[in-house]
């Protein structure tokens, strides 16, 4: 497969006129022509009409080599054999039922299984609803009404974890982080019970957490957030937070709705934590909505609803439905040690390539993330947390410009120019991918310096 022009239109045409004609249509009937905020890229994204492996085909016939994966989704890419045979196996039978199925015990018993810390599971539909229940349970084992997370994280829709998802620099204070309101009309008193982290500054966090550990029920922690800069927690920022949790009885709710796939046994395990709660999403769903929280049985009891109102009620129409399950077990099973192993290893290979070739090229970028996430940044000075990794103006234009260079080249990232392999990836995959990132950077540094 040829590298360069991989997609089927002229050259600096990355969408053709069936798409076009579709996104027409789609504008007069949801605001700005796209159901979701995130896919949307400038002047419209290309039609997706079919996936097979790494591989995407639009409206008008032409492939596109997915980096992408429905927002780090689908670790074993489109169309997976394994996941679409087990569904064919079910899909006769019904697609939702208000009665359990067998289904929702064997992909619990699967995570609880890979995780030992995670005794029990209760699925959702979203990564959203992962999180938001979490906080909630969070909020009811301890009696405290506020929680902490980092500036910049996402962690879905959630009013309470939205603060300061996008704070700037007018607005984002000093190392004490302000907590800046997401959505317009979110209750400016949802402010007040969130506390605002500055990522990997340990001795403020610190600070800020043993001044208001008596409020704090619990911190939220993605440990290699995305819209943080997808850094690592340092090791410094990971003693303090487990430190302090133990010490003031705070719960540590680990977000690996994303970061789950780095390690087997999750990302809390990779990291050594010792979570009280842990929200899942994305790939234990094997390309299907879901989400779940987990953690031990003594705190996931406070969902138990066998002694009357739960403390913390959790439903949700399609919850553990059966097409869900089925596509998350066939992916769990198939995500094997050595499959982890494996891309972690050409992650590693993906980012030490382009770093050096950026090096090499004198390039003011970076290539962060760990095992298979990777995230481009136009910065020559080290990324370590939200402030570092914010870009300016120019930076953000220049990043929209590598975006659509990719996708020249035929490659699809996120429009913010992160990505995340899949395991039908090659070895020879990953040094294209890793020239392509270098060339469309350096074509755009040359067009319209960002620095
Ligand atoms: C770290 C993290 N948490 C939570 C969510 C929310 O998940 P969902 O989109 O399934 O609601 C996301 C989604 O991208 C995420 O990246």
């Known amino acids: 497969m040829q590298r360069i022009s991989r997609l089927g239109h002229n050259r600096g045409e990355v969408v053709g006129p069936r798409s076009r004609d579709e996104f027409q249509r789609s504008l007069k009937i949801t605001p700005g022509g796209s159901m979701r905020a995130a896919p949307f890229f400038a002047p419209h994204p290309p039609y997706a009409v079919s996936g097979a492996g790494c591989w995407i085909t639009d409206a ?89 997370k980092f500036e910049g994280a996402y962690h879905g829709a959630y009013d309470y974890v939205e603060v300061s998802l996008d704070s700037a620099p007018n607005n984002w204070g000093d190392s004490s982080p302000n907590s800046v309101l997401y959505a317009s009309g979110t209750p400016p008193s949802t402010a007040a019970d969130v506390l605002v982290l500055p990522y990997n500054e340990p001795k403020s966090c610190r600070e800020l957490i043993r001044k208001h550990h008596e409020r704090l029920a619990a911190i939220l922690l993605d ?73 031990p049985a003594s705190h996931m009891a406070i969902f138990d609803h066998t002694k009357g109102k739960p403390a913390v009620s959790h439903g949700g129409t399609f919850s553990a439905n059966p097409l869900s399950m089925t596509a998350g077990l066939a ?34 970028a970076q290539v962060t993330g760990m095992s298979s996430l990777f995230r481009l940044h136009l910065k ?72």
Not at 122 to 136: C, P
Not at 261 to 283: C, N, Q, S, W, Y
Not at 382 to 406: C, D, E, G, I, W
Request: with cysteine; net charge negative.
């Open 60 to 148: 008008d016939g032409s492939k596109v080599f997915d980096c992408e994966n429905n927002f780090f989704s689908l670790v074993h890419g489109h169309a997976f054999p394994p996941v679409i045979e087990a569904l064919h196996n079910v899909l006769d039978d019904g697609t939702a039922f208000g009665l359990p199925t067998t289904s929702e015990t064997r992909l619990a018993e699967a995570i609880t299984t890979r995780s030992p810390k995670l005794e029990q599971v209760r699925f959702t539909s979203s990564g959203t609803e992962a999180v938001m229940f979490a906080v909630k349970a969070a909020r009811a084992i301890r009696g405290r009404p506020m929680i902490a």
């Open 380 to 451: 020559a000075e080290v990324v370590r947390n939200y402030r570092t990794s914010f870009p300016s103006a120019l930076q953000k234009a220049a990043l929209a410009k590598v975006h659509r260079a990719m996708l020249e080249r035929g490659f699809l990232m996120t429009p913010n120019c992160s990505g995340a392999l899949s395991t039908p990836m090659s070895e020879t995959d990953i040094q294209d991918l890793a020239a392509a990132l270098v060339d469309a950077v350096q074509e755009v540094w040359k067009q319209s310096p960002w620095d």
């Open 223 to 295: 440990p290699v957030a995305s819209r943080v800069g997808m850094v690592p927690i340092e090791a410094d920022l990971r003693e303090v937070i487990q430190d302090c949790c133990n010490r003031y009885g705070t719960l540590l709710v680990i977000d690996e709705v994303v970061s789950y796939r780095v390690g087997f046994h999750g990302a809390h395990a990779t990291f050594g934590f010792e979570p009280d709660l842990v929200a899942l999403g994305k790939i234990i769903g094997g390309g299907l909505p879901v989400g779940a929280v987990a953690g």
């Open 331 to 364: 992916a769990l099973q198939a995500y094997t040690k050595d499959a982890v192993a494996r891309l972690n290893q050409m992650g590693d290979t993906l980012r030490s390539e382009a770093i050096e070739q950026l090096r090499r090229r004198e390039l003011p």
